[in-house]
């Protein structure tokens, strides 16, 4: 383990330089296939995330607050996406997986920033489909486009000075022994398995801001799913039934299993952490459900159907219309070069 200065004998310490990501290196024999499913997940993310954010814009009938909140979403999984999964990609066809200090704890803020954003995005989203479904006539008037933009603000920015302590807190500890992170990014549980000497405090504060950020944001949004089920059950028609609760569907999903995954991570004992289950249950809320939201929200929302169908039916008439410009511009130079020779 590569060092620089050495701290007071009682902590037996060094200071790190790096960590060493040992990622899957317990299965070489599939590092090449892991690397190819990887980036097709990663580049459906990209695609399908980006296509929503296309249509959300163009699209006149999407500019709404569900969808301006769908919008911000979508922005939102690309950057919190590109966090991990391309340094993943990098390391599996490497064999150098050192991660500088400094490096590792940019990763983790990121990280834990964007994914706080997504804890208060999902709960701004559900306050949307609460206003539209129980107060759908003063719907709006309180989700006007000044609180929507307020909102979405105050997602992106809230998470930024609570992880700056958190960080800070993580990566003062004294780590002593293996610079080796099992793991394929630097996430809490993880490194903090290298911290030697007392992490009591940091393991609280750890609870204190997963209960703040992730539990919190959680309940919310399961009280406003009570009420809105509540409002649907009394609706008189089935149809009016059916369409309310289409409309929440999607994003039900999503927050169950973004979460789901979540609670499970952050809140577990750190005894009953196993380095298995940490790398699957981290793949799955940093790459399997960011892949699954972009199609959850496309095929179970009518209206981005209809929307992707037109700007799919505008492209296919636009390049019809150059093919055909291009034939025409074609026969004319053909026609002209033809008829050059005459005219010497």
């Not at 050192?98 to 208060?120: K, S």
């Not at 930024?160 to 960080?167: A, M």
């Amino acid at each position: 383990m590569r060092s620089r200065g050495q701290n007071p004998p009682q902590w037996n310490q060094t200071t790190l330089v790096d960590f060493i990501w040992l990622g899957f290196s317990d299965i070489p024999d599939l590092q090449g296939f892991l690397f190819g499913v990887f980036l097709i997940m990663y580049t459906i993310i990209l695609m399908g995330n980006s296509l929503i954010i296309i249509i959300t814009k163009m699209d006149p009938s999407l500019q709404t607050p569900m969808y301006f909140f769908l919008g911000n979403f979508s922005s939102l999984e690309i950057c919190y996406v590109s966090v991990t999964v391309p340094r993943l990609l990098i390391d599996l066809c490497s064999q150098n997986r050192n991660i500088p200090f400094l490096a590792c704890a940019a990763q983790m803020y990121f990280f834990l920033v964007f994914g706080a954003t997504e804890c208060l995005l999902l709960t701004s989203m559900a306050y949307d489909r609460y206003v539209a479904i129980c107060n759908p006539l003063l719907y709006p008037l309180l989700m006007n486009s000044k609180l929507c933009v307020q909102l979405a603000a105050g997602c992106w920015v809230s998470g930024v000075p609570v992880h700056v302590v958190l960080t800070f807190q993580i990566f003062s500890l004294p780590f002593c022994g293996s610079n080796q992170l099992n793991h394929f990014f630097c996430d809490v549980p993880p490194v903090l398995k290298l911290a030697c000497g007392d992490t009591l405090l940091t393991e609280t504060l750890v609870y204190v801001v997963a209960v703040l950020v992730v539990t919190v944001p959680f309940m919310l949004i399961l009280g406003s799913y009570v009420r809105i089920i509540e409002t649907i059950l009394k609706l008189p028609s089935a149809t009016g039934r059916a369409k309310a609760f289409s409309t929440c569907s999607s994003h039900l999903m999503v927050v169950a299993l973004f979460f789901g995954s979540g609670l499970i991570t952050y809140l577990r004992p750190k005894s009953s952490h196993s380095i298995g289950m940490d790398k699957f249950l981290s793949l799955f809320y940093t790459i399997v459900t960011p892949m699954f939201n972009p199609m959850i929200y496309c095929l179970r929302n009518k209206e981005v159907m209809v929307a992707l169908r037109k700007i799919f039916t505008e492209m296919n008439c636009n390049m019809t219309q150059s093919h055909h410009f291009i034939k025409f511009v074609s026969y004319l130079l053909c026609t002209n070069l033809c008829s050059f020779p005459s005219f010497l």
